[in-house]
């Protein structure tokens, strides 16, 4: 498939909500497969297939249908690749492309899986999930009080979706949290906001992306209009781009986005599959960003923007598209990343549609920013460093078992091998404020307000990023500092990545 085609395409970046629509035909696979030689059948694996298949049918003690006993084995053979690529069956497919329409019956969380369990990457915002206290790094043990081990995350996200207005309650496991959280939730139509905006102080506004959707670019342009109108018609004198929980959505999304604040035709982003060859490029320009034909969603946008100075803010449940982004303004030096390391989710998968009505969902290629960086299991490094005294566990691609190393060598950076860590007064306090219930609720309310309108007063990491945009000479040392860091060596003794 061409690259022209591939940018034509609209692609998803999120994990469990993730697919591309795309179909690759059999004469096409058939046809490499034919352009390798030396390549045969695995006869030997196939007749152990054929004999655990005879022994099932034989002395299993129910008697299972051969097409349920392929099914888990098409399951099984997917699912063990990596924990993005699954196999879905009829109606998984089905549940799948109503999740990527933008609006559906849910609890809205982005979702991923680690030693059999699902695991919350990012609630999204102002959605039920959120509002419930569910946080990042969460496990759900149980749904309805039935455990989730062992299920993959499209069964997770089929049991979790239902008619709006129903009652659903959840069984988290919280790491620092002695006991598990049971938390009551009730569907709702899923419907994302995803850009908010705020004049944080005169010349100085916020623009944060909750989620890349459809309309996400129109909203950046439509956000700097409005930030302009707020302070009296006088153009802006820097801005900040908020990417923090931000689980990703589409990637002509996050083109848009960075585009707004690049220049012309600059590149964002490209992929590399098995053979290590670049494939997909895409630049900052319309063709790359506009999913149908029309009106460029940034035709008319304040030409401040491409220029002033900007920092942008992530943390460890931005993934994804939100790393794309990040990753492309910080190769460029046209914007400091503040907060602490992203997700590291830099994977690109493909939804292959089946002739059965199926589909199975693989990982075909990774992401790189434009300076070659490749985010998978690493995530993007900010420039400036500032934790969140009140999030106590961050949770990482490279959490999850069977997750792809990078490809470009260095340490996988997980939850238990932060960039740094927080003195002991401060790992002290955190621990102590995680288990008071004192002030709980209250707290739980400010911290989703704030999201809806920012407060430096009370948020450290924009606090500074506010503080770079205000002092030019700062922001500009600042510009680039951790992408020009090498990644960090492996121990001698690891020998290769064989991480999968």
């Known amino acids: 498939m061409s690259t022209s085609t591939l940018k034509k395409v609209a692609l998803y970046t999120l994990g469990a909500f993730?697919?591309?629509?795309?179909?690759?035909?059999?004469q096409s696979f058939a046809a490499e497969k034919d352009k390798k030689d030396n390549e045969t059948l695995p006869v030997q694996s196939i007749r152990n297939m054929a004999e655990v298949y005879g022994q099932i049918k034989a002395n299993y003690y129910q008697d299972k249908s051969d097409a349920d006993l392929f099914e888990g084995a098409m399951k099984g053979m997917v699912s063990d690749l990596d924990p993005h690529s699954e196999y879905m069956d009829k109606k998984g497919y089905a549940d799948m492309k109503e999740s990527t329409s933008g609006e559906f019956g849910g609890l809205g969380m982005e979702i991923g899986q680690e030693d059999g369990f699902i695991k919350v990457i990012a609630p999204i915002e102002d959605t039920p999930a959120e509002r419930a206290g569910v946080k990042s790094g969460d496990f759900i043990a149980k749904i309805d009080n039935v455990s989730t081990r062992g299920l993959t995350t499209s069964e997770a996200v089929k049991k979790m979706r239902g008619k709006p207005g129903t009652k659903i309650t959840l069984t988290l496991s919280r790491k620092n949290v002695d006991k598990p959280i049971v938390v009551n939730l009730t569907r709702a139509i899923i419907k994302v906001k995803s850009v908010r905006h705020h004049l944080l102080e005169p010349n100085y506004g916020y623009i944060r992306v909750s989620q890349f959707q459809e309309r996400t670019v129109a909203g950046i342009n439509e956000a700097a209009k409005a930030l302009i109108k707020a302070n009296k018609g006088a153009p802006l004198k820097g801005v900040i781009l908020d990417l923090r929980d931000d689980p990703g959505g589409l990637l002509d999304g996050a083109v848009g986005v960075s585009a707004a604040f690049l220049p012309a035709d600059a590149k964002v982003v490209s992929t590399k599959g098995r053979d290590g060859k670049e494939g997909m490029v895409l630049k900052a320009r319309p063709e790359d960003y506009i999913r149908t034909s029309g009106r460029d969603p940034l035709a008319d946008l304040p030409a401040e923007l491409k220029t002033i100075p900007m920092t942008v803010l992530i943390n460890s449940g931005s993934a994804s598209a939100s790393e794309i982004v990040a990753g492309a303004l910080q190769d460029h030096k046209r914007a400091v990343v503040v907060g602490t390391q992203s997700f590291g989710k830099g994977s690109v998968q493909t939804l292959i549609p089946?002739?059965?009505?199926?589909?199975?969902?693989?990982?075909?290629?990774?992401?790189?920013?434009?300076?070659?960086?490749?985010?998978?299991?690493?995530?993007?490094?900010?420039?400036?460093?500032?934790?969140?005294?009140?999030?106590?566990?961050?949770?990482?691609?490279?959490?999850?078992?069977?997750?792809?190393?990078?490809?470009?060598?260095?340490?996988?950076?997980?939850?238990?091998?932060?960039?740094?860590?927080?003195?002991?007064?401060?790992?002290?306090?955190?621990?102590?404020?995680?288990?008071?219930?004192?002030?709980?609720?209250?707290?739980?309310?400010?911290?989703?307000?704030s999201r809806r309108i920012p407060n430096p007063a009370k948020d450290d990491q924009l606090r500074k990023a506010l503080d770079l945009v205000k002092n030019p000479a700062e922001w500009q040392k600042s510009l680039g500092l951790a992408a020009k860091k090498p990644a960090p060596k492996k121990d001698k003794k690891d020998g290769k990545d064989e991480s999968k």
């Open 354 to 449: 089946l002739s059965n009505g199926s589909a199975v969902k693989l990982t075909t290629a990774l992401y790189y920013t434009p300076n070659d960086r490749s985010i998978q299991a690493q995530g993007i490094v900010p420039d400036v460093e500032v934790k969140d005294k009140d999030r106590a566990f961050e949770s990482r691609e490279a959490d999850l078992a069977g997750h792809i190393g990078n490809p470009l060598g260095g340490e996988d950076v997980n939850s238990s091998n932060e960039i740094s860590t927080p003195d002991s007064n401060e790992a002290a306090k955190a621990d102590e404020n995680a288990k008071s219930k004192k002030g709980k609720d209250k707290d739980k309310d400010e911290d989703i307000s």
């Open 18 to 26: 993730s697919g591309v629509a795309l179909s690759l035909s059999v």
